[in-house]
């Protein structure tokens, strides 16, 4: 059986993006923009089946995994037929990536007792209520809220902007700054990240992703970005929040002043996963989740 996994170009977007729209999902993974982004580090191809979207990527080994089918769900059980018998003729293990608990009941309802998922903690997205990010209110933010007013307090003439044509060269720079002080050519993973945060930058009107910026001062350089995009009809999903740590406030800041801005339509704000960081996740927590989207692995059952 042939199927035509495909590149994931830009122009693929409107495709792409029709079938992903049919997830009702808040995984910060499902969405043009990161997979194409991310896509150069860890290659990833397409293939319309039965009427939905498969993403195929290279799991543990080399074997190839597959992602649940972006679709209707007799349309994804269809396809699921036809992608089991796929790796079959490939004398490779089945292998599903990125399922979420939902999907794995519909899982375990067509193919009873046959498949198994394991979920990674490290991969969760953090999910928080955005009344509760721009106001920081209560006890438990208490801190969070200390830090922007010192930021005000150290910084009365700061300045937030939407990223635009105008002004996102200068997010570009505040970037290679950062990228210096992090030492992240000598940091793999911080390499990598750098460089999807520059291309985002480059392409954020093709992606059509929003953004802002925050300025100490009027017509100051640029000490705090961030860019994200709506990932369904009630979540907004933050992709990239890069601030110079030596500011004080600075993080929470463009956190608060961009969901303020970008974010208000929406109920929940999705800010990623903390790829197993202790001290991200240490952050993330601390913002105080509402819940996590867990992810996992499928496989067969061992008999």
Known sequence: MELSFQKIELEDKALISSYLEQKMCRSCDLVFPNIYLWSRKYPTKYAV??????????????????????????????????????FLERQADFRMHLVQEKEFELLDAWYPGRLQISYNRDIADYVYETEKLAGLGGKKLHG??????????NHPNWVYEPITEENVEDCFQMALKWREEMQCEIDVEKRDEMCVTLNALRLMEELELKGGLLRAEPQGEVIAFTVGEPLNEDTFVVHIEKAFAQIQGAYPMINQQFVLHEAQDYKYVNREEDTGSEG??????SYRPVFLVEKGVVTTRKQ
Request: hydrophobic letters at 40%.
């Open 280 to 285: 991200l996740r240490k952050a993330k927590l």
């Open 49 to 86: 089946v039965e009427d939905t979207l498969i993403f195929q990527g290279i799991g543990e080994n080399g074997v190839p995994s597959i992602t649940f089918p972006a679709g209707g769900e007799e349309q994804a059980h269809k396809a699921l037929d036809v992608m089991f018998q796929w």
């Open 144 to 153: 969070k809220r200390n830090h922007v007013n010192r930021f005000k307090e």
